[in-house]
């Protein structure tokens, strides 16, 4: 089958082996997959993954338990075990003995089929088309900052980072908070955030001041964490949604002398974002910037490295 993968370096080919459905597992045909910063990320080194890169996606079930087949369906992107300590708390999430798709120990999403558990596979509302569909998974890795963290509607807000997570965590919070900014670096990103009622400011224009209850980190550059400890006030919390493939030093003094709660924040729940896309609560119409066949991998690739562009997507099937 047709696949982009990375083993050492990023590479499309078109003999990859297609997988087959387990049992107790589902062979999707993926119709539209979306390209994300850690694809990005996986393309130089991280998690040291080797196989089919992508982890968003929306499909149809051609293989599989009976009930699935032909359902059009999005995944969750953590394959548990179901029986160690985390799955057994209700910490499925972090099953020591979890592959992720695409990210970790299995064959991802930017590919013709994958195939996934059940346990993994979300129905689709026939009012949420395919574009929209394949935001199901970072819009709820986005409301996973509103499981995470408690705050009032009168706290001040402070999302770092204009591009699609940035966006998404943005439009989530708006119904949450009165006080909410969205600082970048790219004012036609912001203009973007801006038609749906958010506050804006351009990163040469934001002064930091200690004075934000929550600071969302979603900037996807290591000097995210710097200015996210000198915008959060004393005893505030930093949410953390970048991640790397390269270590970087810094200075966690600012964390000790003012007392702020860091949380690292990633998957979260699907059936809110599909609610939220389904009721019309979350416009993503405006993230979407490029489009681009499976056979134009790399150029889609490309072009999300692009800081210019806020969301990158693939459609498999075209």
Sequence with gaps: MLALIFNGGVKLV????????????ALVAV??????????????????FSGVMGHEFVGRVVDGPKAWVDKRVVGEINCICGHCDMCKSGLSNHCRERTVIGIDGRDGALAEFISLPVRNLH?????????????????????QVVRQVKFSRRDEIIVLGDGRLGQLVARVLKGHVND?????????????AEKQGIQTCVATDFVPCKRAAVVVEATGSSSGFELATRTVR????????STFATESGCNLAPLVVDEVTVVGSRCGPFPEAIRALSKGEV????????????????????????????KVLIHVQK
Excluded: W
Aim: with cysteine.
């Design 14 to 25: 078109s003999d990859y082996p297609a997988p087959r459905a387990k049992r107790g597992e």
């Design 31 to 48: 119709s539209v997959a979306g390209v994300c910063r850690t694809d990005l990320e996986i393309s130089r080194g991280y998690m040291n």
């Design 123 to 143: 129905k689709v509302p026939d009012n949420v088309d395919d574009e929209q569909a394949v935001f199901i998974e970072p819009l709820a890795a986005a409301f």
């Design 180 to 192: 909410l900014l969205l600082v970048g670096k790219h004012a036609d990103k912001l203009i973007a």
């Design 234 to 241: 004393p005893r505030g919390t930093i949410v953390l949604k």
């Design 283 to 310: 416009d993503i119409s405006a993230l979407i910037s490029r489009r681009f066949s499976l056979r134009e991998g790399l150029q889609a690739l490309k072009a999300a490295q692009d800081p210019r562009n806020i």
